[in-house]
């Protein structure tokens, strides 16, 4: 199967997407990475970095065809906060999706909370939800609107409202007691707990509830499910559960928060019947392997103050660097000044420095750089023994600080202007690029699917391209040449050993065999009268294909007619198959192969009816000897490949009494035999399915019409 895990990087999703694959079924995944990490898968995987409720979601439901969807996609049911809008906009843009692209079934995961802060032991999936927390509120409401949702689409939804979920990759802000209680123990600090630490709670262990989910969709189950451990275990008993696996410092007890459940555990009976599911994994277990998940976790993070402080030292310099840039362009124009201020009088290199500053150093230096220009000015004039006050009530001199602010500040904004359409252009560009690794991710996948798909029609065992190219051998124009092919064709198609094809007369009731298997032990008769055969006798008045039930021995196991018209012109009889291909797409692929040799069959009899008048001697029904030849090359082959015997007998005739002997042979032959000219221009009798005993039965029967053979010619004289 193609199965979908929404929130497949994050904690519960990671383990059910792990479950699917090792099952070996596809997995592909969508995540925002809000919470999720790639690391936490390792297998192989299709991913796509996406929010659920993003309207690129259908491309990828368009091109990947998903059988099953797992709605992980949430906030974690230990987080206190939520985005409404997000969860509910995710869930109908995920359900809708489903709806429209065939999908087979939704599992959705639910929260307990959904249940309120009710003091009750073995909450069923019967009693009263009264939530009061954000995660809870957000869960129930996507319970009703599942419910709703499925009633009115007649869509199968397996709903899981699980208990504390804990175990490895449980991040590391996780609420969850468990994880808390870990990471006191890791810190060696306190743990402070809500309450007196006798409330209860339930934990199940995150392997688990991938379990769960997992036979859940296997079974095709449906419906609201509490998943749990069926355990009541209080804070203090959890407490001393962990003491030999990791112990805490001490416990605070804090006042216990509103809303937060004294009592409280979910029945799981209705699960365990259905499923027949019990979590496996006892709390000593889960407790050992996800400590020792943590403590491997926060050995690899201990690295993480000293980068810490290298980010912060980083910081510190960039902060220096941008001074120093300030100064050592102000250094270099001051320089210049006083190198060249007098003898390039109209250069203004203080506002050349208000320029290049605000140019070079960006629009967040442009007001220290104006600042720096206006005091460099101001220094100056008192340098040259002008007064402090009146210099600032000069005219010319707030004229120059007017120019200076204002070129600095038009600078700025203009430079500024052009970086944000140079930013926004950057986005779009950025957008644009992402959009098209998208598409070009889907594209990919597509072409990956669709050549799966073209190797399976091509290449697989009884797949289109494999019959298609089987059925090639009967692409000929003589009907006698495709009932030998034929047998080929169905024994290969159909994986069988006994095999026969029987021509019928035009009564309808009489059958005879005109090629099968090879196989030694098979019994398989020349001859069959549908009259004296009941079963045979209603193939031919109903034209159905016939299925041996009852497998009668004396029957085929499969029958199926081949139409001329409105006759049945021929009967397909398949005698031996294994047990195991008794199963109705075996029927389907012999009715398929029958109905590809009937259309064979037609185009050969359309053949022979064009070409009569190059086919037979003009007024008989004696074939040329060009005609003659080709039937009797397929003859031969018959006889090496499916050991069909044939003979030959030369007639002796008068050319005055031509026509008479003609219609004394026609009626001494059967349908099956052939009257022709061979190249010696001598008459000759074509027996079909004939030994030396048969032709000797024929023989004996000419004569007493007054036809005499002058030589005799079996099959197995001309193989030798």
Known sequence: MRVLVTGGYGFIGSFVAERFYKEGHDVFIIDNLATGKKENITFKHKGYILDVEDSNCEEIFRASRFDIVVHLAADSPTVHSIDTRREVLGLTNILSLSKKYMVKQVVYASSAEVYGPVNETLLSEESHCDPVTPIGMNKWFGELYISKWSELNGFPVLVYRMSDVYGPKQGVTSEGMIAKFIKSSLNNS????????????????????????????IHNHSGVYNLSSNQDISMNELNKTLQPTCSVPGITYAQKENGNPVHSSLDNSKLQKDFDWFPPTSLKEGLEKTYDWYWITAQAAS?????????????????????????????????????????????????????????????????????????????????????????????????????????????????????????????????????????????????????????????????????????????????????????????????????AIYSVNDEQSFLRLVAKSKHPNAYIPSFIDA??????????????????????????????????????????????????????????????????????????????????????????????????????????????????????????????????????????????????????????????????????????????????????????????
């Not at 934990?203 to 969709?217: L, R, S």
């Not at 029958?559 to 797409?585: H, R, W």
């Not at 030959?648 to 001494?668: A, E, M, V």
């Open 190 to 217: 306190e743990l402070i707990v809500a309450g007196n630490g006798e409330q209860t709670g339930d934990y199940i262990f995150v392997e688990d509830v991938a379990d769960a989910i997992y036979k859940g969709v």
């Open 303 to 499: 690295t993480l103050p000293n980068e810490h402080k290298e980010s912060k030292l980083a910081s510190m310099l960039t902060k220096l660097f941008s001074k120093v840039e300030i100064v050592a362009l102000f250094a270099f124009m001051f320089t210049l000044s006083a190198l060249f201020q007098q003898k390039i009088e109209v250069l203004d290199f203080k506002l050349l420095f208000i320029v290049l500053g605000t140019v070079l150093l960006g629009r967040e230096r442009s007001i220290p750089t104006i600042g720096i220009g206006v005091l460099w000015y101001i220094v100056e004039n008192l340098m040259q023994g002008r007064e402090i006050v009146s210099l600032l009530y000069h005219n010319n001199t707030i004229a120059v600080i007017a120019v200076y602010i204002f070129v600095g500040l038009t600078l700025s904004y203009v430079i500024d202007k052009k970086n944000q359409v140079i930013k926004q252009a950057k986005k779009d560009l950025d957008a644009s690029e992402e959009r098209y690794q998208f598409m070009y991710s889907v594209y990919e996948d597509v072409r990956t699917v669709k050549e799966e798909l073209q190797h399976q029609v091509l290449y697989t065992e009884n797949s289109v391209g494999v019959i298609s190219d089987i059925v090639k051998r009967l692409d000929s124009m003589e009907p006698e040449d495709i009932f030998v092919s034929a047998v080929g064709v169905i024994e290969e198609v159909m994986k069988t050993e006994e095999v």
């Open 531 to 720: 009259e004296a055969e009941s079963e045979f006798y209603d193939l031919l008045s109903s034209k159905k294909l016939f299925i041996n039930s009852t497998f009668n021995e004396n029957l085929p196991l499969m029958m199926a007619p081949v139409m001329d018209g409105e006759k049945v012109s021929a009967v397909i009889c398949l005698y031996q198959a294994d047990f195991e291909n008794l199963t109705l797409q075996y029927q389907n692929l012999f009715t398929t192969v029958v109905g590809l040799i009937s259309s064979a069959l037609s185009r050969a009899d359309e053949y022979v009816f064009a070409t009569n008048s190059e086919r037979y001697v003009e007024g008989t029904n004696v074939l040329n000897a060009e005609f003659l030849d080709r039937i009797l090359k397929v003859k031969q082959q018959a006889k090496e490949t499916l050991n069909m015997d044939y003979t030959l007998l030369n007639i002796k005739f008068s050319i005055h009494n031509f026509s008479d002997t003609i219609n004394n042979l026609q009626r001494s032959l059967r349908k099956t035999d052939y009257i022709g000219l061979n190249e010696n221009n001598e008459l000759v009798i074509l027996l079909s399915n004939t030994n030396e005993d048969n032709a000797e039965v024929v023989k004996n029967r000419l004569s007493r019409n007054n036809i005499f053979i002058l030589e005799q010619t079996n099959s197995n004289a001309v193989l030798a």
